[in-house]
């Protein structure tokens, strides 16, 4: 209850939860309630959330986009935000884009498997965990909350990427499928402009 500032970092575990997922991760997060409706203490929530939140639309996607989640984690990472801006106004929503860095190599995401890149014309949304951490460090010296995008500002296609990235770890990827040139390309520049 002393804590003035916190960092949820908690996956919602979607594929081993299923239709359990939102439940429980609602759950999880309910046990904050006494701190966040205190009143008598000023604190600070960060909540690491995800792109996934926006689903498969099309095009630049900024923070005002619409939330349309189409999966289990997704749905239960939206109903999260909502969950905490409902309990307290004073949260900062970082939306991460998929996780690369230590023990995430994106070579392995397709390289030496026998799957082929699905939609490999659609751009990669992808940020480096060095980058996650930047982004809380710059949004904890902010006083106004706030949702930012936290994504690389590059954004090659899948297919490029991720064979080069396989072909970085000596490992070949079973092929690509064509499609999805005009997927989602998640917009930073929101936060990018901060620092």
Same mark, same amino acid.
């Given at each position: 209850?002393?804590?003035q500032t916190l960092i949820i970092t908690l996956p919602p575990r979607g594929r081993?939860? /299923?239709e359990n997922a939102l439940p429980h991760y609602l759950k999880c997060l309910s046990t904050l309630s006494p701190w966040l409706n205190d009143t008598n203490s000023a604190h600070r929530v960060i909540f690491c959330s995800s792109t996934g939140v926006y689903g498969d639309i099309e095009g630049v &996607? !900024? =923070? !005002? =986009?619409? @939330?349309?989640p189409n999966t289990t984690s997704a749905g239960a990472v939206a109903a999260a935000e909502h969950f @905490?801006? %409902?309990c307290y106004a004073g949260n900062d929503i970082l939306r991460l884009a998929g996780l690369a860095g230590p023990g995430r190599h994106p070579g392995r995401f397709y390289g030496g498997r026998d799957r082929k890149i699905p939609q490999a014309d659609a751009p990669v949304n992808l940020v480096h965990l060095? $980058?996650?951490i930047a982004a809380i460090k710059i949004v904890l010296e902010q006083n106004d909350p706030d949702v930012y995008n936290v994504c690389s500002a590059a954004h090659p296609t899948k297919g490029t990427f991720y064979t080069a990235a396989s072909k970085s770890l000596g490992l070949e990827v079973a /092929? &690509? %499928?064509p499609g999805g040139g005009d997927g989602k #390309? &998640? $917009?930073?520049?929101? @936060? #990018? !402009? @901060? /620092?």
């Open positions: 209850m002393d804590c081993a939860l /299923g &996607i !900024s =923070e !005002s =986009e619409v @939330l349309n @905490l801006n %409902d060095d $980058d996650v /092929g &690509i %499928d #390309r &998640i $917009d930073s520049s929101k @936060l #990018r !402009s @901060l /620092g």
